[in-house]
């Protein structure tokens, strides 16, 4: 069955410091998605990458959709310790039963 | 309701018991999935609905694990003979099928804890 992965599944950062982190899919998606859960909450929807080879722009994050269309990148500039969190990758597959199939998620932590 | 709603918020049960579990989805959304969560880990899938009937059930951990759906609403996911390593938090999520957005939609989870 389609498999989304993200490794590492922890990553530690100071303040300031640039973060990017990848997910794969082992097949051709139809869309990609991103969510962030906060320490004690629930994940929560950021955005959705549709086209092949997309780029969006939240603030200081910047997510992309690779151009075959099975990987994609979140990158955050000058992390802040409002950063902190779960970041989930979410690749919907294609066809009749399409799903969404979340990825383990990244822990991001930043030190002060 | 405004949103995908859980119940309980929280569970204690003895070992050996049976729970159940509610997910009440956002009105119209035809795809609801379950997933589990053990502290500080990710994401585990158990399982997904498209409409009353689960395509998927292949992260459903034992056969002490069972989930149904009706009326393409309301949700259970039912433990028995609940063992120790069930605690965790296990979250519902509901999506839109067929449009152009299909952002899931999570609830704040039920924290079971098996004493």
């Known amino acids: 069955g389609q498999q989304v992965m993200q490794i590492p599944q922890y990553q530690h950062v100071q303040e300031g410091e640039d973060f990017t982190t990848y997910c794969n899919s082992s097949?051709?998606?139809?869309?990609i998605q991103w969510y962030k859960q906060r320490p004690g909450g629930h994940p929560v929807f950021l955005i959705q990458?549709?086209?092949?080879?997309e780029v969006k722009k939240q603030k200081r994050l910047t997510f992309q959709f690779g151009e075959a269309k099975k990987n994609s990148s979140l990158h955050i500039t000058a992390t802040q310790t409002t950063d902190v969190g779960t970041y989930f990758c979410?690749?919907?597959?294609?066809?009749?039963?399409?799903?969404?199939?979340f990825g383990k998620g990244i822990t991001l932590s930043v030190r002060p | 309701g405004a949103g995908v709603s859980q119940s309980p918020s929280n569970k204690v049960t003895e070992k050996g018991k049976d729970v159940e579990l509610r997910c009440d989805p956002i009105?119209?959304?035809?795809?609801l999935y379950w997933y589990r969560q053990r502290l500080g880990q990710g994401l585990e899938f158990l399982i997904y609905?498209?409409?009353?009937?689960?395509?998927?059930k292949s992260g459903l951990p034992s056969d002490r694990f069972s989930a149904e759906r009706t009326g393409e609403s309301v949700s259970t996911l039912t433990i028995q003979r609940t063992q120790q390593e069930d605690s965790a938090v296990y979250l519902c999520?509901?999506?839109?099928?067929?449009?152009?957005?299909?952002?899931?939609?999570f609830g704040q989870g039920t924290r079971l804890t098996v004493v």
């Open positions: 097949t051709t998606l139809s869309n």
């Open positions: 990458l549709v086209k092949s080879g």
């Open positions: 999520a509901s999506s839109p099928i067929g449009s152009l957005n299909t952002e899931a939609f």
């Open positions: 609905f498209q409409g009353n009937s689960a395509p998927d």
């Open positions: 009105s119209g959304h035809t795809a």
């Open positions: 979410a690749g919907e597959s294609t066809g009749a039963n399409s799903k969404l199939t």
